[in-house]
Nanobody, 124 residues
Framework: QVHLAESGGGLVQVGGTRRLSCEAS????????MAWFRQAPGKEREFVSG????????AYADSVLGRFTISRDNAKNTMTLRMISLKPEDTAVYYC?????????????????WGQGTQVTVSS
């Protein structure tokens, strides 16, 4: 079982930078694929980025490629999403997710563990 808790959300100006963190608890964390999803008002939750259990493989949505960087530290049970050049369309609740099966999935239904989410608002 993995328990996830996000932090780092807040209000940021267009073009600004924000770092989100996901702290995980549970003995199986280091063996889980981790990912960030986001949900904007009135829209479905969408994949943002994912990282393999050892950090060797990453994946990004086209909309954030080149602006967002995902990383993890299994020794500290944390995952981070560094976001730069933020745009108003990045405004959303960002969720941390984990799954115990192999491969970075882009479908939210592949993930069995979720955090409560953290709000990121990009203002112009």
């Amino acid at each position: 079982q993995v328990h996830l808790a996000e932090s780092g959300g807040g209000l940021v100006q267009v073009g600004g930078t924000r770092r989100l963190s996901c702290e995980a608890s549970g003995s199986s964390y280091s063996r889980n694929v981790m990912a960030w999803f986001r949900q904007a008002p009135g829209k479905e939750r969408e994949f943002v980025s994912g990282i393999s259990w050892d950090g060797g493989s990453t994946a990004y949505a086209d909309s954030v490629l080149g602006r967002f960087t995902i990383s993890r530290d299994n020794a500290k049970n944390t995952m981070t999403l560094r976001m730069i050049s933020l745009k108003p369309e990045d405004t959303a609740v960002y969720y941390c997710a984990a799954k115990g099966t192999y491969g970075i999935g882009r479908d939210e239904y592949q993930y069995g563990h979720w955090g409560q989410g953290t709000q990121v608002t990009v203002s112009s």
